[in-house]
């Protein structure tokens, strides 16, 4: 744990969350800025500055990451009409806090990315 990253705090529950889905290697919980109708973010439990660090040091928590993932869509119904799974890597790509999370997004019709 980092003391002074803002995810190590909410998942030793120093700082409120809305909780959605907890593993023994993962932590999930509800974006307090969502971005779209369902927007939950997805953290490991151990911490790591953004996807590729994680990679490096735990690659099998990519895999734990992604399952939870698609456990969370279940349960939100967002499996059938589909969801998006979203890294931010550094400032330049609006990670704001650096400990690696992924976002899941749905319950709508989500923009296309590039050119249609």
């Known amino acids: 744990m980092n003391p002074a990253c803002l995810f190590c705090r909410i998942i030793a529950g120093e700082l409120p969350s809305t909780v959605v889905h907890e593993t023994a290697t993962t932590f999930a919980f509800r974006d307090l800025h969502p971005q779209a ?3 939950i973010l997805i953290v490991p439990r151990v911490h790591f500055t953004d996807a590729v660090d994680l990679a490096k040091g735990q690659p099998e928590l990519l895999t734990d990451i992604t399952l939870a993932a698609g456990e969370i869509a279940e349960q939100e ?17 609006g990670q ?19 050119a249609p």
Do not use: I, K, S
Not at 77 to 93: H, I, K, M, Q, S
Not at 96 to 112: I, N, P, R, Y
């Open 37 to 39: 109708r369902t927007h």
């Open 77 to 93: 119904g967002l499996a059938e009409p589909g969801y998006r799974l979203v890294f931010n890597t550094g400032r330049d790509a």
């Open 96 to 114: 704001t806090v650096f400990h690696v999370h992924m976002h899941l997004l749905g319950g709508e019709q989500l923009g296309h990315f590039g």
